[in-house]
């Protein structure tokens, strides 16, 4: 299912990081929660990364 979903910011790939329970968007310095099974694709709901 990974590879149907992408960034909503920059239509970029995702990286799943199964220890935190997040998407990953490199391209975009966003990881968008999983909760309760279903990723949360909103950039407001996303956190910063470095």
């Known amino acids: 299912m990974l590879e149907a979903l992408v960034c909503p910011r920059t239509h970029g790939p995702l990286s799943y990081d199964a220890e935190?329970?997040?998407?990953?968007?490199?391209?975009?310095?966003?990881?968008?929660?999983?909760?309760?099974?279903i990723p949360i694709m909103l950039v407001d709901e996303?956190?910063?990364?470095?």
């Open 46 to 50: 996303a956190r910063q990364i470095d």
């Open 20 to 37: 935190r329970q997040e998407l990953v968007s490199r391209s975009a310095g966003l990881a968008y929660p999983i909760r309760g099974g």
